[in-house]
């Protein structure tokens, strides 16, 4: 499967959901300031392997705000928002504290947070931190191809 993240000129941005070479789903991306949301989940998802929003479509379901909750996806849904809130104040909250929010922010949705480390913390935002410098040099109109398996 390949997500399209296409920049646009005004409020949005687009992603594509393309299989088997054909487009099936575009969702409309409100701008943030920072990467999209669902290329932070791309980050998250991709760098530690877990059942989310990208990998949800990429098993077949609809690319929906009204997915069924699930445990795993829930916990990946939080993470992707502490690593938003990370991407709003620079990329440069310490991994402890990010680690802190996130189970704060799991314990105030009751959701039970995804076994994480300092490490993974470190890697995910590593990952985030390459798309978003692949993100910047996309100009209005352009796109960014991200393959996800």
Known sequence: MQLIFTKG???Y???EVVRDGVSVESIACPKQGIIPHDMVHYGVES?????GFVNRILHG???SFQMEAD???DGVERLVEVFQADGW???TSASTDMLDLYQVTCDARQCAPLALDEEDIEAV??????????WQAVSVGGSLVL???
Do not use: C, I, P, Y
């Open 9 to 11: 000129s005004g409020k």
């Open 13 to 15: 941005d687009q992603m």
């Open 47 to 51: 760098t530690l392997h877990k059942r």
């Open 61 to 63: 379901e609809a690319a």
């Open 71 to 73: 445990a795993e996806s």
């Open 89 to 91: 104040s620079g990329w």
């Open 125 to 134: 935002r590593n990952k985030l931190l390459e798309l978003s410098a692949q």
């Open 147 to 149: 393959a996800f398996v």
